[in-house]
């Protein structure tokens, strides 16, 4: 049994917009009340907890100031509270920053843990009886655990329903396969396929940028101006929505046919920093098809394998592994000084990356030292050996 997420889109009417916007009022107020209160119990060396807050949240609900409150869902805002319970308990164990504040431009959503259906084309959540106009282009396989309503900038309103299902791998086969991602081409495999970059962001840059000038011309809380916000929001989430289908073609079809894939671990936050090739690498989304690269296999019962980040994959020759720590970004072939082989740069680096990933697999591991066992590369050491991948 594995947990799989169904998103469509939802029509509610002008009624219950109303409704749904009280109940994302309702969750970020919740939300920010709490953080603002822990952040005053913390300061007074004293503690908090979840059940302490779901108790007084009852409470806080029962006075006239907050009776408000009782329009929104009460499932959900526990469910707020847990959230914020998680996000203090992620930053104590350092694996995430101290929680924020929310605002009215955050991502306006709100959870409903259980009480969901789909029937004759209607949503049926507690609170909306009556039943909310969905699209449901596909049939729901499973039971379902819970759903997420949210709202986008653009004013379109969607529905992530999660089910446990039981999903069939697909038949093993002793097929592998090393993908090097790059910016030219998104992604070139070991087996020689090359799948194209589509640039969705490139592409519509200058129709987004002719509506933003038009966004800002407008007068400050006028109706035109949120007209042109609108205009704007939806071409965003355009170019988002063309490159996430983009990238579940790829992905889903690589998985389809490997058994064993693998993957660089390349640090994409540092890459982000080079103000030349910025906006490129956040337009081809590295860490999306990575992380579906990755979900995909668990499903399907195939491998993925990550390399070690400052593995030399475009500076080692695939023949007789001679490292040319020459090599620059602009060289796209380069003639190995050992074996004098002309080498593509993107297929070495692909194969390299499968004959490590392999090795990594057969010996029970994915993790390598790059410079010892227990020491670690200084910053120029790791600058040049993984030029893909810098440190900046």
């Given at each position: 049994?594995?947990?799989?997420?169904?998103?469509?889109?939802?029509?509610?009417?002008?009624?219950?917009?109303?409704?749904?916007?009280?109940?994302?009022?309702?969750?970020?107020?919740?939300?920010?009340?709490?953080?603002?209160?822990?952040?005053?119990?913390?300061?007074?060396?004293?503690?908090?907890?979840?059940?302490?807050?779901?108790?007084?949240?009852?409470?806080?609900?029962?006075?006239?100031?907050?009776?408000?409150?009782?329009?929104?869902?009460?499932?959900?805002?526990q469910?707020?509270?847990?959230?914020?319970?998680?996000?203090?308990?992620?930053?104590?164990?350092?694996?995430?920053?101290?929680?924020?504040?929310?605002?009215?431009?955050?991502?306006?959503?709100?959870?409903?843990?259980?009480?969901?259906?789909?029937?004759?084309?209607?949503?049926y959540i507690p609170k909306f009886k009556e039943g909310i106009k969905i699209k449901q282009h596909r049939v729901m396989e499973g039971e379902i655990i819970n759903s997420t309503i949210s709202k986008k900038p653009c004013g379109?309103?969607?529905?992530?329903?999660?089910?446990?299902?039981n999903i069939e791998k697909y038949k093993p086969n002793n097929k592998s396969v090393g993908v090097d991602l790059g910016i030219k081409e998104l992604a070139i495999l070991s087996d020689g396929t090359r799948y194209k970059n589509i640039k969705p962001y490139r592409t519509l840059e200058k129709r987004l940028a002719r509506l933003q000038r038009k966004h800002s011309k407008k007068v400050k809380g006028s109706a035109n101006r949120n007209k042109a916000r609108v205009k704007v929001a939806r071409l965003h989430e355009k170019i988002t929505n063309i490159r996430n289908n983009h990238l579940h073609q790829i992905t889903s079809k690589i998985v389809s046919e490997n058994q064993t894939i693998c993957l660089?671990?390349?640090?994409?936050?540092?890459?982000?920093?080079?103000?030349?090739?910025?906006?490129s690498i956040a337009d081809v989304s590295f860490c999306e098809f990575v992380r579906q690269i990755e979900y995909k296999s668990s499903w399907y019962g195939r491998t993925a394998i990550k390399?070690?980040?400052?593995?030399?994959?475009?500076?080692?020759?695939?023949?007789?592994?001679?490292?040319?720590?020459?090599?620059?970004?602009?060289?796209?072939?380069?003639?190995?000084?050992?074996?004098?082989?002309?080498?593509d740069r993107d297929l070495n680096a692909a194969k390299n990356i499968e004959r490590e990933g392999l090795r990594l697999n057969t010996v029970g591991t994915t993790e390598i030292k790059a410079c010892g066992e227990n020491a670690r590369p200084s910053a120029r050491r790791r600058f040049s050996v993984k030029q893909e991948a810098p440190t900046l």
């Open positions: 049994m594995a947990h799989y997420t169904y998103k469509f889109r939802i029509y509610p009417n002008d009624e219950q917009q109303q409704k749904l916007a009280k109940c994302f009022g309702c969750q970020r107020f919740i939300y920010n009340y709490f953080l603002n209160k822990r952040n005053e119990i913390y300061q007074n060396n004293e503690t908090s907890t979840y059940n302490k807050d779901a108790a007084e949240l009852t409470q806080l609900k029962k006075q006239d100031e907050y009776i408000w409150l009782k329009e929104g869902l009460s499932q959900s805002l469910r707020t509270l847990r959230n914020l319970d998680t996000a203090f308990n992620s930053f104590f164990a350092k694996r995430s920053k101290f929680p924020k504040f929310k605002s009215r431009r955050h991502k306006q959503s709100f959870c409903i843990p259980q009480n969901s259906k789909v029937e004759d084309n209607k949503l379109h309103y969607y529905v992530t329903i999660t089910v446990e299902r660089e671990d390349l640090n994409v936050k540092g890459m982000l920093k080079n103000r030349k090739l910025a906006k390399i070690d980040r400052w593995y030399p994959s475009s500076k080692t020759c695939r023949h007789c592994h001679f490292v040319n720590q020459d090599l620059t970004l602009n060289d796209r072939d380069w003639n190995c000084p050992r074996c004098d082989r002309k080498l």
